[in-house]
């Protein structure tokens, strides 16, 4: 009697979160790679302007169980999903992120930004924020930025005003990544001054089954800055097993 061996379960789909004022070109070099052999989703997070309607979005959205990776605000957002939902979070992944609340100062801060972004100045404000020393230094700087103004604009005023909104009320989510056990990935760009190094130490401290994983060519969009750097990383965090 032959034995036929048992299918292997196909992998888990993956959902991306973007960035605040950015969409799937994100992450372009991610699903061109990571496409190949798994379905990939690209949730957008601009329908709120608070963070938990945004993780329920992703959620009603999503297969029943997947792999989850964010960036920026979109790691906020995937933080929110863990907190809600850790079962149908297969692994996580935490790219460039903050798992705190926005300080007073920050958040007081941006209410100049959308002012000037209703008077229709989206691209100037834009500009600002996204000053080249978000970025690590280098001749590919200047694409980058490119990139990024580019989505911007796509998105629009509303989309900045309600993504500044959800950021400025967001929640502590150090409980959330404490009681989450999946494998996880915590990356960050070596030259990151808007989510520093010591914030993904501490995730990767709070999180039960976590690697930290520095890329030192990249600030705050390694997704972009470092491509291949950060597709391994991601190829190792989705071939890892869960512990025990």
């Not at 080249?132 to 796509?154: I, Q, S």
């Not at 959800?166 to 989510?173: E, N, S, V």
């Not at 190829?235 to 512990?243: I, N, T």
Request: proline residues 10%; hydrophobic residues 45%; glycine residues 6%.
């Amino acid at each position: 009697m032959r034995i036929v061996p048992a299918a292997c379960a196909p992998p888990a789909p993956l959902v991306l979160l973007p960035g605040m004022m950015c969409d799937a070109r994100l992450f372009a070099p991610q699903i061109a790679e990571l496409g190949r052999d798994r379905h990939l989703h690209l949730a957008p997070i601009t329908g709120s302007d608070r963070i938990a309607p945004l993780a329920e979005a992703v959620l009603e959205a999503a297969p029943p169980r997947f792999a989850l990776a964010g960036l920026s605000m979109g790691g906020i957002v995937a933080m929110e999903v863990v907190r809600r939902a850790p079962e149908r979070v297969e692994r996580l992944c935490l790219m460039d992120t903050n798992p705190l609340p926005e300080t007073p100062e920050i958040a007081a801060s941006r209410e100049p930004q959308i002012a000037r972004v209703r008077a229709g100045r989206l691209v100037e404000v834009m500009r600002d924020e996204m000053k080249p020393n978000y970025l690590a230094p280098g001749p590919g700087r200047g694409g980058v930025l490119d990139a990024v103004m580019e989505m911007a604009v796509a998105m629009g005023p509303l989309v900045f005003e309600r993504q500044s909104r959800a950021l400025q009320t967001r929640p502590d989510q150090q409980a959330a990544l404490s009681g989450y056990r999946g494998p996880s990935l915590v990356l960050c760009g070596r030259h990151d001054v808007l989510c520093p190094l010591r914030r993904h130490e501490l995730m990767a401290a709070l999180l039960a089954d976590a690697e930290l994983s520095v890329i030192e060519d990249a600030g705050h969009l390694p997704t972009l800055e470092t491509p291949r750097a950060v597709n391994e990383a991601l190829q190792r965090w989705l071939a890892r097993a869960p512990q025990g």
